[in-house]
């Protein structure tokens, strides 16, 4: 398989090529040439590494050996992905059970192993530099840690992300380098985008991305897509209701489906960032300042992966209204959402969740024979604001127990791409 630029000004690459290059110099994004198709029955009774595996390969082609390849998806999924039952009628695929409670681990964990194995032939360091609103930073973070020969560089904007998610970006030293950037997470995005393309720097280092963006990050989040079919028991087709920013994890699902499984409907869940929903009011496309939000991991104002789901539908409006709605839910819906569905179920969503939950409800309002599958993005605990509006401390995993004794470690810079050179130059 053969990845080309959405841009279709740079070549076709291989997916070595294309993991190793983040972006294609044009500026599109990476796409594949062809998708596979599967048989839904190629889930029957396997077990999780060898979904993951038979979803991958098409993807990697020869790019990685079969046995690499195979350690490689073990180690990705290696934490539960359960399906629970929140109401009659939805569903959440808990995707929080990993190393840094939210669903960005099963992307870094790929990507940071395949980047790991492709360096082992690179002579220069390679840096990995990633924006993040949030949990992006710490699941890459996590991923790369201790890798040998890669460098990484993080930078979020500086007092938008919670306690935990800042203590994830900050505490772990060693090849990871965090920058607290005085600016919104576009800001980060820009001066992450601007340092990828920088002559000086990628004459020193071999630089690359870590976003959703990459091949290697954003393709293998389709895995947990044919987890949560495995598990599905329902006759009718689940409507997926995906909390959505960057528009990454939503486009992998499509990518799921135009392989074969068989869901139904896909829904689009946003907060007041809300280009995307515009856009399928409108047909017009309009980018926007990023605005702040209790769902702080979708504060998206200029979501990198449309591009790639108007590439899934051919670039056909009508097809895209077809397959997809979106939702724009405000603030107060969502702690409304939190709260009720606290009350009536026990369940504790976050606040990204609830966006979904929300969404999902008002789809079901429409199409009161449907049943879905909201995708639970992070665990409640990485979020200040839950205990807050339940009314009840949320349970607090070891994992982040530990981390509030630890010491953060970070730079304050301004949106200015000389200060994040200089950090890149300092580490090499
Ligand atoms: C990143 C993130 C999202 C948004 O995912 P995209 O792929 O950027 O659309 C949603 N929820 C959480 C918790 C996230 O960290």
Known sequence: MQYFSTNRNSPAVSFREATLNGQPPDRGLYFPDSLPKHDRNFLESVSKETVAFRVMKPFVGDAIDDETLTRICAETVDFDFPLRQ???????LELFHGPTLAFKDVGARFMSRCLGHFSQEETRKTVVVVATSGDTGGAVAAGFHNV????????????????VQELQ???LGGNIKTLEVEGSFDDCQDLAKQALTDDELREKVFLTSANSINVARWLPQQIYYWFAMQQWQETVEPVFCVPSGNFGNICAGLVARESGMSAGHFIAACNANDAVVKYMESGEYETQESVATLSNAMDVGAPSNFVRMLEIFGSEYPKIKENVDAYRVTDAETSETMKRVFAET??????????????????IKMHPESKGIILETAHPIKFDSVSQIIGKETEVPASVAELFSKTKHSTVIPVDLGAVKETILKNI
Do not use: C
């Open 86 to 92: 929140i109401t009659d009628q939805i569903y959440a």
């Open 148 to 163: 040998e020969g890669v460098e990484v560089v993080i930078l979020y904007p500086k007092g938008r992300v919670s306690r």
């Open 169 to 171: 970006l900050t505490t």
């Open 346 to 363: 026990g369940y504790v969503l976050d606040p990204h969740g609830a966006v979904a939950f929300d969404a999902m409800e008002r789809h």
